[in-house]
């Protein structure tokens, strides 16, 4: 639940739960990352709104709130749903922002690094390529960032029309190089903002550090049940202390992590993406998330042992997505540098009001 004065539909994350509970079995999660597209599950997220909640109802989508956006990436997150939930709700906000209408069909973003940029010449093709788009080959559809000089746009491309180097992160999950020479969009607009790379950036790593929540959460669930049910020596292993304290420090990492990706998508909400009190927690956000994904991944495969590695019990699926979400949009590093930046441009006297103002 996002904190805040704005709250999530409780029948959002229900509906989420739902699907995921009859659509998403871990059977289904190593099916897809053999290859095979879960077609069932992106379908009943499809018709049922989800994966287009930020989009206004006028350019295609339900409307949802931003908190409803933010509670589906943290649902699906829990159980490892391996469909493009969330880059598509991220390409449907970008679109909304351009004011553009929005296609059916998985979406993604790029590009994903800030340095990579992406032109247009003055016949409107593009030029350039965006390396690690995740779910590129899988979407029908990819919203970029065009750095023109007076003012950058957002344009919506056929994935038909961009050629790909397939691959994928450690979690299995589509993701490759996107080259998108000569490529003219279906469609182009113009971002309200200075710099609508960087709003992509900012709002690509809030979503990250609310699935990264969403599957700290799944693994601590995890953990306390296997623990709950090992018995070892003649009783369940959670009665050791070792273990007792392990999972002790497991639910701070996982309540850090929530509290920090709540903080930030409250911050966007009540602010807005662009202001510097969105970025300051944005940053927090990502580096505190991230590093609870590093330390809270390490505890759960410690508690469960060997049996964490096998193919088919579900935590690796939850911990590899956690290793491959912490370096997309930026890993721990360079949000680090970006909030020392605000805390030393500020000066010292503004730090402390800076933090009660959040």
């Not at 450690?170 to 020479?181: S, Y």
């Not at 969105?278 to 609870?292: H, N, P, S, V």
Request: with cysteine; charged share 20%.
């Amino acid at each position: 639940m996002i904190s805040g004065t704005v709250k999530a539909d409780p029948l959002i994350v229900e509906t989420v739960n739902r699907v995921c509970t009859d659509l998403c079995s871990p059977e289904l999660v190593n099916a897809a990352e053999d290859g095979d597209w879960p077609s069932d599950l992106w379908e009943a997220m499809e018709s049922t709104g989800l994966s287009l909640a930020w989009v206004p109802e006028a350019a295609g989508g339900p409307g949802a709130s931003l908190a409803d956006g933010f509670a589906v990436v943290r649902a699906s997150a829990r159980f490892a749903a391996p469909v493009p939930v969330a880059e598509t709700l991220c390409a449907g906000w970008l679109l909304a922002q351009a004011g553009l209408q929005a296609p059916a069909g998985p979406m993604s973003v790029a590009p994903v690094r800030p340095q990579e940029k992406l032109a247009r010449d003055a016949a409107g093709l593009l030029h350039g390529s965006a390396n690690d788009v995740p779910y590129a080959g899988s979407s029908t559809h990819l919203v970029v960032v065009v750095s023109e000089l007076d003012s950058p746009l957002v344009g919506l491309v056929s994935a038909t029309d961009c050629r790909f180097a397939s691959g994928s992160n450690l979690a299995g999950e589509a993701q490759g190089a996107v080259d998108f020479e000569d490529v003219r969009p279906v469609d182009t607009g113009y971002m309200a903002g200075p710099d609508p790379l960087d709003a992509l950036q900012r709002m690509g790593a809030a979503i990250r550090a609310q699935q990264m929540a969403g599957a700290l959460e799944r693994i601590l669930d995890l953990s306390l049940e296997y623990a709950r049910e090992r018995v070892q020596f003649g009783r369940p292993i959670a009665r050791f202390q070792a273990i007792q304290h392990s999972l002790a420090s497991l639910a701070g990492e996982v309540a850090a992590a929530g509290a920090a990706a709540d903080a930030a998508a409250s911050a966007i909400i009540r602010h807005g993406i662009d202001d510097q009190r969105t970025l300051f927690t944005i940053a927090a956000a990502k580096i505190r998330a991230g590093e609870a994904a590093g330390a809270g991944a390490a505890i759960a495969h410690q508690v469960h042992g060997a049996m964490g590695f096998t193919r088919e019990y579900s935590l690796h699926h939850s911990t590899r997505r956690l290793w491959a979400w912490r370096d997309d949009f930026g890993a721990e590093s360079i949000w680090a540098m970006r909030l020392g930046e605000i805390a030393i441009n500020g000066g010292a006297r503004a730090l402390w009001p800076t933090l009660t103002s959040l």
